[in-house]
């Protein structure tokens, strides 16, 4: 048997997409399981939330500040 992992942002639609995926023919069954962010996920989640996240106005502010990492 193969197994299909597939993630959903929005709570509220699971049981929709759940419904959808069963009747597909060969679905045998469907789980649903909540994950937990990982150690390194939470670290960024925190330093965003403690204002150590980069802000660039557009993406060639953001080209232009990773190319200047070298100089760091």
Known sequence: MTQLT?????PDMVRD??????MIRGVVSVKTEKTKPNARTLAAIKEVRDGKAIHCGSFDDYKKM?????DV
């Open 66 to 70: 990773v190319a200047n990492l070298d």
């Open 6 to 10: 597939v993630s959903i942002e929005n």
């Open 17 to 22: 997409i759940k419904k959808a995926i069963k």
